[in-house]
Protein backbone atom coordinates (compact mmCIF):
# COMPACT_ATOMS: atom_id res chain seq x y z
CA UNK A 1 0.00 0.00 0.00
CA UNK A 2 1.44 3.49 -0.60
CA UNK A 3 0.15 6.88 -0.62
CA UNK A 4 0.60 9.51 -3.54
CA UNK A 5 0.70 12.97 -3.25
CA UNK A 6 -0.04 14.49 -6.21
CA UNK A 7 0.50 17.86 -7.71
CA UNK A 8 -2.85 18.83 -9.70
CA UNK A 9 -1.35 21.77 -11.17
CA UNK A 10 -3.20 25.10 -10.76
CA UNK A 11 -6.78 24.02 -11.76
CA UNK A 12 -6.83 22.74 -15.45
CA UNK A 13 -6.85 19.08 -16.11
CA UNK A 14 -5.03 19.03 -18.82
CA UNK A 15 -1.90 20.08 -16.94
CA UNK A 16 -1.68 17.15 -15.02
CA UNK A 17 1.39 14.94 -15.75
CA UNK A 18 0.69 11.54 -17.52
CA UNK A 19 1.98 9.93 -14.61
CA UNK A 20 -0.66 11.83 -11.87
CA UNK A 21 -3.64 10.84 -14.78
CA UNK A 22 -2.08 7.30 -14.42
CA UNK A 23 -2.04 6.96 -10.69
CA UNK A 24 -5.47 8.81 -10.32
CA UNK A 25 -7.08 6.19 -12.27
CA UNK A 26 -5.63 3.74 -10.23
CA UNK A 27 -6.05 4.55 -6.36
CA UNK A 28 -9.17 3.01 -5.14
CA UNK A 29 -9.24 5.82 -2.57
CA UNK A 30 -8.88 9.58 -3.65
CA UNK A 31 -8.42 12.33 -1.46
CA UNK A 32 -8.64 15.76 -2.54
CA UNK A 33 -8.57 19.31 -1.56
CA UNK A 34 -11.63 20.39 -3.04
CA UNK A 35 -10.85 24.34 -2.47
CA UNK A 36 -8.10 24.71 -4.43
CA UNK A 37 -8.19 20.99 -7.07
CA UNK A 38 -11.51 20.80 -9.54
CA UNK A 39 -13.60 17.97 -9.54
CA UNK A 40 -12.63 17.16 -12.78
CA UNK A 41 -9.44 16.86 -12.14
CA UNK A 42 -10.07 13.51 -10.13
CA UNK A 43 -13.03 12.71 -12.74
CA UNK A 44 -10.65 10.00 -13.38
CA UNK A 45 -10.73 8.17 -10.25
CA UNK A 46 -11.80 4.24 -11.36
CA UNK A 47 -15.46 3.20 -11.18
CA UNK A 48 -16.13 2.64 -7.19
CA UNK A 49 -13.39 4.74 -6.06
CA UNK A 50 -14.00 6.35 -2.59
CA UNK A 51 -13.32 10.18 -3.22
CA UNK A 52 -13.46 12.45 -0.83
CA UNK A 53 -13.12 16.26 -0.67
CA UNK A 54 -10.78 16.86 2.05
CA UNK A 55 -11.79 20.75 2.58
CA UNK A 56 -14.09 20.44 5.18
CA UNK A 57 -11.96 17.70 6.94
CA UNK A 58 -9.20 17.46 9.62
CA UNK A 59 -5.54 16.42 9.29
CA UNK A 60 -6.64 13.77 11.89
CA UNK A 61 -9.66 12.49 9.97
CA UNK A 62 -7.61 12.24 6.42
CA UNK A 63 -5.09 10.86 7.92
CA UNK A 64 -7.43 8.52 9.63
CA UNK A 65 -9.43 7.73 5.63
CA UNK A 66 -5.31 6.76 4.63
CA UNK A 67 -5.10 4.21 7.86
CA UNK A 68 -8.11 2.41 6.86
CA UNK A 69 -7.12 2.02 3.71
CA UNK A 70 -3.97 0.82 4.56
CA UNK A 71 -5.82 -1.89 6.49
CA UNK A 72 -7.70 -2.41 3.34
CA UNK A 73 -4.57 -2.92 1.37
CA UNK A 74 -5.82 0.14 -1.24
CA UNK A 75 -3.11 2.77 -2.35
CA UNK A 76 -4.46 6.38 -2.01
CA UNK A 77 -4.07 9.40 -4.37
CA UNK A 78 -3.72 12.44 -2.34
CA UNK A 79 -3.85 14.92 -4.37
CA UNK A 80 -3.09 18.49 -4.10
CA UNK A 81 -3.04 21.79 -6.29
CA UNK A 82 0.19 22.88 -8.15
CA UNK A 83 3.48 21.27 -7.17
CA UNK A 84 3.46 19.42 -3.47
CA UNK A 85 6.12 21.20 -3.11
CA UNK A 86 5.39 24.43 -2.67
CA UNK A 87 2.85 25.43 0.09
CA UNK A 88 1.33 22.03 -0.03
CA UNK A 89 0.79 21.15 3.37
CA UNK A 90 2.10 17.97 2.66
CA UNK A 91 5.15 17.94 5.55
CA UNK A 92 2.73 17.55 8.57
CA UNK A 93 1.01 14.64 6.50
CA UNK A 94 4.00 13.16 5.82
CA UNK A 95 5.54 13.14 9.21
CA UNK A 96 2.14 11.10 10.45
CA UNK A 97 2.33 8.71 7.38
CA UNK A 98 6.44 8.16 8.97
CA UNK A 99 5.46 7.67 12.41
CA UNK A 100 2.84 5.17 11.61
CA UNK A 101 4.85 3.40 8.74
CA UNK A 102 2.90 4.16 5.96
CA UNK A 103 5.01 4.34 2.46
CA UNK A 104 4.37 7.35 -0.02
CA UNK A 105 5.60 8.85 -3.05
CA UNK A 106 5.73 12.79 -4.17
CA UNK A 107 4.22 13.03 -8.05
CA UNK A 108 5.32 16.68 -9.11
CA UNK A 109 2.62 19.27 -10.21
CA UNK A 110 2.53 22.40 -12.72
CA UNK A 111 3.15 25.21 -10.21
CA UNK A 112 0.74 27.97 -10.47
CA UNK A 113 3.81 31.10 -11.23
CA UNK A 114 4.54 28.99 -14.39
CA UNK A 115 0.93 28.35 -15.49
CA UNK A 116 0.46 32.11 -15.04
CA UNK A 117 3.73 32.93 -16.89
CA UNK A 118 2.12 30.94 -19.82
CA UNK A 119 -1.09 32.06 -19.59
CA UNK A 120 0.59 35.67 -19.77
CA UNK A 121 3.16 34.80 -22.63
CA UNK A 122 6.18 35.53 -21.26
CA UNK A 123 9.63 34.34 -20.02
CA UNK A 124 10.18 35.13 -16.32
CA UNK A 125 13.59 34.88 -16.83
CA UNK A 126 14.89 37.64 -19.47
CA UNK A 127 18.46 38.36 -19.96
CA UNK A 128 19.77 41.38 -18.00
CA UNK A 129 16.12 42.22 -16.91
CA UNK A 130 15.69 39.15 -14.51
CA UNK A 131 17.31 36.16 -13.69
CA UNK A 132 15.70 35.18 -10.61
CA UNK A 133 12.49 34.29 -9.50
CA UNK A 134 11.54 34.41 -5.25
CA UNK A 135 8.60 32.52 -4.41
CA UNK A 136 7.20 33.48 -1.27
CA UNK A 137 3.82 34.83 0.39
CA UNK A 138 3.07 37.24 3.33
CA UNK A 139 2.36 36.71 7.23
CA UNK A 140 -1.45 35.48 7.95
CA UNK A 141 -3.20 35.28 11.47
CA UNK A 142 -2.76 31.38 10.70
CA UNK A 143 0.84 31.05 9.98
CA UNK A 144 3.73 33.52 10.38
CA UNK A 145 6.96 33.92 8.49
CA UNK A 146 10.51 33.37 9.88
CA UNK A 147 11.62 36.80 10.87
CA UNK A 148 14.48 36.66 8.17
CA UNK A 149 12.36 36.29 5.42
CA UNK A 150 10.53 39.44 5.02
CA UNK A 151 9.07 40.90 1.73
CA UNK A 152 11.45 44.05 2.06
CA UNK A 153 14.59 41.44 2.11
CA UNK A 154 13.40 40.12 -1.29
CA UNK A 155 12.80 43.52 -2.54
CA UNK A 156 16.79 44.58 -2.23
CA UNK A 157 17.61 42.09 -5.11
CA UNK A 158 15.04 43.25 -7.24
CA UNK A 159 14.00 40.20 -8.27
CA UNK A 160 10.75 39.22 -10.06
CA UNK A 161 8.40 38.21 -6.73
CA UNK A 162 5.96 35.33 -6.87
CA UNK A 163 3.71 36.43 -3.86
CA UNK A 164 1.33 34.02 -2.69
CA UNK A 165 -1.42 33.92 -0.30
CA UNK A 166 -0.90 37.91 -0.41
CA UNK A 167 -4.29 39.40 -2.21
CA UNK A 168 -5.65 40.57 0.81
CA UNK A 169 -2.61 42.88 2.06
CA UNK A 170 -1.92 44.06 -1.10
CA UNK A 171 -1.40 48.00 0.69
CA UNK A 172 1.18 46.60 2.84
CA UNK A 173 2.63 44.83 -0.23
CA UNK A 174 2.79 48.57 -1.92
CA UNK A 175 4.21 49.91 1.03
CA UNK A 176 6.81 47.32 1.82
CA UNK A 177 8.37 46.53 -2.20
CA UNK A 178 7.59 50.45 -3.11
CA UNK A 179 10.91 51.96 -2.21
CA UNK A 180 12.78 48.89 -3.75
CA UNK A 181 10.76 48.39 -6.99
CA UNK A 182 9.54 51.92 -7.63
CA UNK A 183 5.62 53.14 -7.42
CA UNK A 184 5.09 52.24 -10.92
CA UNK A 185 6.91 48.83 -11.18
CA UNK A 186 4.85 46.08 -13.17
CA UNK A 187 2.40 44.15 -10.89
CA UNK A 188 0.10 40.78 -12.31
CA UNK A 189 -2.71 39.77 -9.97
CA UNK A 190 -2.99 36.27 -11.45
CA UNK A 191 -6.86 35.16 -10.18
CA UNK A 192 -7.50 31.32 -10.43
CA UNK A 193 -5.23 30.55 -13.03
CA UNK A 194 -5.90 27.29 -15.18
CA UNK A 195 -9.99 27.40 -13.94
CA UNK A 196 -12.63 28.82 -16.53
CA UNK A 197 -12.77 31.94 -14.90
CA UNK A 198 -9.10 32.80 -15.01
CA UNK A 199 -8.72 36.47 -14.61
CA UNK A 200 -5.02 38.59 -15.57
CA UNK A 201 -5.26 41.98 -13.75
CA UNK A 202 -2.23 44.20 -14.74
CA UNK A 203 -1.10 47.37 -12.78
CA UNK A 204 1.52 48.89 -11.16
CA UNK A 205 2.89 48.56 -7.36
CA UNK A 206 1.30 52.09 -6.91
CA UNK A 207 -2.43 50.97 -8.60
CA UNK A 208 -2.74 47.59 -8.33
CA UNK A 209 -4.76 47.28 -5.07
CA UNK A 210 -7.53 49.56 -6.58
CA UNK A 211 -7.87 47.23 -9.48
CA UNK A 212 -7.87 44.25 -7.73
CA UNK A 213 -10.61 45.90 -5.53
CA UNK A 214 -12.83 46.55 -8.29
CA UNK A 215 -12.81 42.79 -9.22
CA UNK A 216 -13.67 41.92 -5.89
CA UNK A 217 -10.91 39.46 -5.81
CA UNK A 218 -10.11 38.48 -2.07
CA UNK A 219 -8.41 34.95 -2.59
CA UNK A 220 -6.94 31.96 -4.79
CA UNK A 221 -4.77 34.73 -6.53
CA UNK A 222 -1.35 34.83 -7.03
CA UNK A 223 0.65 38.10 -7.28
CA UNK A 224 3.40 38.79 -9.54
CA UNK A 225 5.95 41.48 -9.08
CA UNK A 226 8.92 43.13 -11.16
CA UNK A 227 10.21 44.82 -14.05
CA UNK A 228 10.35 41.87 -16.34
CA UNK A 229 6.45 42.18 -16.25
CA UNK A 230 6.29 45.70 -18.12
CA UNK A 231 6.94 45.80 -21.87
CA UNK A 232 10.10 45.03 -22.34
CA UNK A 233 11.91 45.25 -25.59
CA UNK A 234 15.63 46.57 -25.22
CA UNK A 235 17.61 43.32 -23.84
CA UNK A 236 19.93 41.35 -25.69
CA UNK A 237 19.32 37.64 -26.81
CA UNK A 238 20.44 34.81 -24.97
CA UNK A 239 24.03 33.42 -25.40
CA UNK A 240 22.37 30.28 -25.82
CA UNK A 241 21.75 30.30 -29.59
CA UNK A 242 24.27 33.19 -30.19
CA UNK A 243 26.55 32.07 -33.28
CA UNK A 244 29.63 34.25 -31.39
CA UNK A 245 28.72 31.76 -28.48
CA UNK A 246 30.16 28.58 -28.96
CA UNK A 247 29.80 25.77 -25.97
CA UNK A 248 30.09 21.98 -25.64
CA UNK A 249 27.18 21.04 -27.89
CA UNK A 250 28.11 23.76 -30.34
CA UNK A 251 31.70 23.75 -29.81
CA UNK A 252 32.99 26.02 -33.07
CA UNK A 253 31.55 29.33 -34.28
CA UNK A 254 28.93 29.17 -36.70
CA UNK A 255 30.37 30.17 -40.54
CA UNK A 256 34.03 29.68 -39.27
CA UNK A 257 36.14 26.78 -41.11
CA UNK A 258 37.67 24.20 -39.50
CA UNK A 259 41.56 22.90 -40.18
CA UNK A 260 41.27 21.11 -43.69
CA UNK A 261 38.59 22.84 -45.09
CA UNK A 262 39.28 23.93 -48.86
CA UNK A 263 39.13 27.55 -49.38
Known amino acids: MKVYFIGAGPGDPELLTLKA ?3 IAACPVCLYAGSLVPAEVVAGAPAGARVLDTAPMTLAQTHGEILAARARGEDVARVHSGDPSLYG ?16 EIIPGVPAYAAAAAALGQELTVPEVAQSIVLTRVSMKSTSMPEHETLETFARSRATLAIHLGVRNLREIERQL ?16 GWPDQMFIRGTLA ?21 VLGEVRDFRDSALYDAAMPHVLRPRVQGERGQGEED
Open 89 to 104: AIAEQVRRLRADGVDY
Open 21 to 23: QRL
Open 178 to 193: SPYYGADCPVVVAYRV
Open 207 to 227: DIHARVRAQKITRTALILVGP
